[in-house]
Each structure stands twice: as structure tokens, then as C-alpha cells.
């Protein structure tokens, strides 16, 4: 975990990328402190916590969700005397997540099919014994809101459904930083769990568009570039899938014959399984936040990186 300055008093708490739940936090010294996104478990929260108090002491004083998924979450707790942002839909999707005991028991079981192990894996390291869901207690609507940090202005801009219904970016105007969540994956293939690709592309146009400097929900900070990459990436998938679509090749399939080019050497690139599925509902006329049966796409992404081992 490695805490970086990307601007004066902004801070970058970055995790290398490692897989499943290897996310990013940051943090703004000012207003009696601003923490954006927790981590994926209590102790690596902590550890950012402690990270941050090193340049700020003192408990933070707020803290921005940009999303509800776990791996920006499950910190929370930590912070629970704090003023905790997040849109509605951020809010209300955190208590129909999974438990944090079922992961537990996913994390520590000896036997599980190949989709699971490959995720089980990933989190290893981390430990939801003692992960108390907390979402947030400040809900921010479409329109946004502006923090005032001491004079620094923070805008929480809502740009969702794009990765998930509940999207936040949280962008500071005068330090020309922007953080994206998982609204961008930096050189890390992406997953959208809810939203659309459109609103996914024009969510990273306007990212690409606010500052210089993005911290993304994975991978290092970039620059507009790579928003723009990733925007590239979701329209190249939902090309060649409408293409597999129209001829009517079943999804995994299509999955297999997409050549993936220069995204090839993005992390985790079996996840393309899941952004062709996505794609797939987009053309079937499904609706933003359609319910998904995620499990088989999981054991279809092992079954596609075998794929590829085989034909190398
Ligand atoms: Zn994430």
C-alpha cells in the first residue's frame, strides 16, 4: 500500500493490483479531512486510515462512497461517526449486497467450483470476519453536491448508471485532480455491474474532460488518456458483440472470437466474458439495473482463459 501526493494535500492511497477487491482510497487534507472510498476489509482500511492520520491527524471528518460495491465499502465502519456521502442507489445497494459472512465462508472454503476459486483466491489476503456494513448517512442526489474543505471546494458529481446505478466522481476544480472510483480501471480490464455502456462512456468522457489528474477506483493515477482508453474499450466490446449478436453466436462464444487487440494485456482480461454478457442485455433491449446471474459468468470466464491458454 503505497500513499502518493497527486496534488498539494491530495493524496492517492494505491494498492497494487492483485485482482478481485485490489482497490484504490484517497484522501483530501482539508475541512477536517476528506476520505474517498474505503477498502475491501477492516484491517487494510487501517491501514490507509493510518497512512492518511500520518499527513493529517485527527479523525477525517467525512467520507465519500463513490460506489456501493465491497471493495470501496466495507471500511466503512471505521468511520461511522463520520459524515458518509453516497447517492441513493449507492445507499440501498449496500444492504442487498452479499453478506460479509458469506464471503468469509467463500474466502476460507476448501472446496469450490473453478468460477469461485478464481475469485476466492484473489481475496486471500483480505479477512470479513468482523466487516459491519455501514452505508452512508449523508445520500447525495442526482444533482450533485459541493463540499466546502476549509475554501477548497470538492464536487460530488453524480455520472451513474454508468458502472454501477450509483455512481459518484469526486472532482477538486482547483487542485485539477479528479477521483474516478471504478468509474475507471487503469490498465485493469473493467466490469459494469449496473448501467449502460452510453452512459459508462459519456461518465469517462466528462472524467477525461474535468482534470488533469484521474486516481481511478484500479490501477495507478493517469491522465484523461486513459479515461478515454477505457471508453474506447467498452464501445470496441459493444461493436463486436452486436456482430456476434446479429448472427446469432451465443455470448460465451462471441466471448472466444473477439480479438482483444491492445487490451490484451490489461489485468484480468477474461473478464471480457462479463462485458459481453452486459453487452448482450444492452442489445436485448434490457433494462439499466436488470438482475444478473453472475456465478455462470464467472465459471465462463475460467472457461475462456483456458481457452487461451490452450491456443497459445
Ligand atoms: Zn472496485
Known amino acids: 500500500m503505497e500513499l502518493r501526493e497527486v496534488a498539494s494535500g491530495v493524496y492517492a492511497c494505491l494498492q497494487p493490483d492483485r485482482g478481485w477487491g485490489w482497490s484504490n482510497s484517497g484522501f483530501v487534507a482539508g475541512g477536517g479531512g476528506l476520505v ?9 482500511t487501517r491501514r490507509a486510515l493510518d497512512l492518511y492520520a500520518g499527513v493529517a491527524p485527527g479523525a477525517p471528518r ?51 467450483p473453478p468460477g469461485l476459486r478464481w475469485f476466492a483466491d484473489d481475496l486471500s489476503a483480505f479477512d470479513f470476519s468482523d466487516v459491519e456494513v455501514t452505508p452512508p448517512n449523508r445520500l447525495v442526489g442526482d444533482e450533485g453536491l459541493t ?21 459518484l466522481v469526486v472532482h477538486l476544480p482547483e487542485d485539477g485532480v479528479v477521483f474516478a472510483g471504478d468509474v475507471l480501471f487503469q490498465h485493469c480490464t473493467p466490469i459494469g455491474w449496473e448501467g ?11 472524467i477525461a474532460s474535468l482534470a488533469p489528474v484521474i486516481v481511478p477506483g484500479h490501477g495507478v493515477p493517469c491522465g484523461a488518456e486513459a479515461a478515454l482508453e477505457l471508453s474506447d474499450y467498452l464501445r470496441y466490446v459493444l461493436d463486436e458483440s452486436r456482430r456476434f449478436f446479429e448472427q446469432e453466436v451465443p455470448a460465451e462464444e462471441a466471448a472466444r472470437r ?19 454478457e452486459r453487452a448482450y442485455r444492452e442489445l436485448q433491449g434490457g433494462s439499466w439495473d436488470e438482475s444478473v446471474d453472475t456465478l455462470p459468468l464467472f465459471e465462463a470466464a475460467v472457461r475462456l482463459r483456458r481457452h487461451w491458454d490452450e491456443q497459445a
Open 62 to 112: 467525512r467520507l465519500v462512497n463513490t460506489h456501493h460495491n465491497v471493495d470501496h465499502t466495507w471500511g466503512n465502519q471505521l468511520l461511522r461517526d463520520a459524515e458518509i456521502y453516497g447517492h441513493r442507489f449507492c445507499a440501498e445497494a449496500m444492504t442487498r449486497d452479499l453478506p460479509p459472512h458469506v464471503l468469509e465462508a467463500m474466502r476460507t472454503a476448501p472446496d469450490l
Open 36 to 44: 474517498v472510498d474505503t477498502l475491501m476489509d477492516v484491517r487494510s
Open 147 to 167: 463540499l466546502d474543505l476549509d475554501g477548497r471546494p470538492a464536487e460530488l458529481i453524480f455520472v451513474g448508471p454508468a458502472h454501477t446505478g450509483g455512481d
Open 196 to 206: 449502460t455502456t452510453e452512459r459508462w462512456c459519456e461518465a469517462l468522457e466528462r
Open 258 to 276: 473477439i480479438d482483444l487487440g491492445p487490451y490484451a494485456d490489461w489485468s484480468q482480461p477474461e473478464r471480457l466474458v462479463f462485458n459481453v
